[in-house]
DNA sequence: CTTATTTTGTACCCACAGGTAAAGAAATGG
DNA sequence: CCATTTCTTTACCTGTGGGTACAAAATAAG
């Protein structure tokens, strides 16, 4: 009952996570977001209460659809190591082809609110989370399959591999060139 | 000639490197700064010229203190794998105890500012460039002493050490505690 | 002591961030 | 077709971000 709503609220979330994740979240005004999600101030504060509660629901579905690609990514089938590098390469790939830069926005997010946002880095945490236990899996496959030595220590080398997916993808920011990145990636895969 | 400072200017700059790298750029308000300097409204736009040019100075201000002070603390004497311990341990040491969880910042520029200010984007770049510069010479140290082998590429290996260097910086934003720095140093370091 | 120069404090300013209020429009149930 | 509910539009509002203007104060040079 009642007026429907005259936009689609899942592809108005998208466009604000759009903004944010180009912008980060204080330099986003509600101008911009206006203008982004093309409704009026009224419908945006009706539908999702205010700037942090959508910036929530933006860094949600940022969980969902570009972490998880990523989480699925790494547990595609085929040999480990390989997986490893279509992995890393195409994250350099994309953040290099992005004509923004906006690397990361969970990065980002960590970032920017860590310090303030209690919410925001609870989220963040999670998405490392489950990023680190993927990389987890990944590395046990590979001992398994002895294309990971089983003498190292598989979580002490997920958590290494996060740290370098991160920095990855914080240095994707600022670099002039793929060269850096890519020296990253090939020194990862032979230190395992 | 005219009317002497009332204020120290580098103390000045000391105070707001000090809040840009707790708040970030955009969060940080004049009356932040007007604040934390301990000066008058007038003074600081006079002296400084602006948020962004005061900004500048401070994020220069980091570089010759706190990144100055990593590269040093790399160069030290000492066997190599014990150093790289040593500085990335005491890295992760110093981001936890710090009530406000700054880690550092240059990585949070890069997050933040990276795709829209272009001095600070290079400002941290060149930063990096004199990180990796350590790392390599760390790197070639550690293979003439026998350390690490020669067969590896220490251009690459230097990558590496940067991105997860930044990479642990950034985890450790939203680190509820040492568990998982403190696995990145261990595989770090028997990856070598 | 005067003049020229710089700093300082106070007052002031405009745009916009972030959001609220209220009235009208579009649905649904009875 | 009336009542109710929800959405939309337009108007409005307060606080503050980021900065400027200006007079008064403090120096140094002559």
Redesign the pocket.
């Given at each position: 009952?009642?007026?429907?709503?005259?936009?689609d609220p899942d592809a108005a979330v998208e466009q604000a996570m759009q903004v944010f994740w180009r912008k980060g979240y204080?330099a986003?005004?509600?101008?911009d977001l206006v203008d982004a999600l093309g409704?009026?101030?009224?419908?945006l504060?009706?539908?999702f209460g205010?700037?942090?509660a959508l910036f929530e629901r933006a860094l949600r579905r940022y969980r969902d659809s570009q972490a998880l690609a990523l989480v699925e990514m790494i547990e595609e089938p085929g040999p480990v190591r390989e997986r490893l590098r279509r992995t890393l390469g195409l994250l350099v790939e994309l953040d290099l082809a992005d004509p923004d830069r906006r690397g990361c926005m969970a990065v980002n997010t960590a970032a920017e609110l860590a310090g303030t946002d209690e919410i925001a880095a609870d989220l963040v945490r999670r998405m490392f989370d489950r990023t680190e236990a993927a990389f987890r899996a990944l590395v046990g496959e590979g001992q398994r399959s002895g294309e990971i030595s089983p003498d190292r220590d598989a979580r002490a080398l997920a958590s290494m591999l996060l740290s370098t997916g991160v920095g990855l993808r914080l240095l994707a920011r600022v670099a002039t060139g793929p060269d850096r990145l890519d020296r990253v990636i090939e020194a990862t895969i032979d230190s395992l």
């Open positions: 009952m009642g007026r429907p709503k005259q936009f204080a986003t005004t509600p101008q409704i009026g101030k009224g419908s504060y009706n539908a205010g700037k942090h």
